[in-house]
């Protein structure tokens, strides 16, 4: 089963950036697509972006386009989500997850139950 290992989160204030990164491991194909998920207190986890592993197409909520990025660097097996003009409603824990690709496509962000390898997420703190 795919291991994934999150990092990166912090406390920042309004309009401020963070950068997160997932390491993924153990997997025996590449045709997977790596999700970033945030769950805030109370709410209901929430998919902003993913990335399809093996050619780079990048997908993003309306609530976080054109504020986060997604990006990989396969030589280090690791996957980024980079946070900018942060909000206090981004504050929640972030994970990232691993979904098998059908014909090269991700699973809509809203699929949770796509995602079947989980990190142990990291913390964004955004305060106002």
């Known amino acids: 089963q795919v291991q994934l290992a999150e990092s990166g989160g912090g406390s920042v204030q309004a309009g401020g950036s963070l950068s997160l990164s997932c390491v993924v491991s153990?997997?025996?194909?590449?045709?997977?697509?790596i999700g970033w998920f945030r769950q805030a207190p109370g709410k209901e986890r929430e998919g902003v972006a993913a990335?399809?592993?093996?050619?780079?197409?990048?997908y993003y909520s309306d609530s976080v386009k054109g504020r986060f990025t997604t990006s990989q660097d396969n030589a280090k097996n690791t996957i980024y989500l980079q946070l900018n003009s942060l909000k206090p409603e981004d504050t929640a824990m972030y994970y990232c997850?691993?979904?098998?690709?059908?014909?090269?496509?991700?699973?809509?962000?809203?699929?949770?139950?796509?995602?079947?390898?989980w990190g142990r997420g990291t913390q964004v703190t955004v305060s106002s």
């Open positions: 990335i399809y592993f093996r050619g780079g197409r990048t």
């Open positions: 153990q997997y025996t194909s590449s045709n997977i697509c």
């Open positions: 997850a691993a979904s098998r690709a059908v014909l090269a496509q991700c699973p809509m962000l809203s699929r949770t139950d796509a995602y079947d390898s």
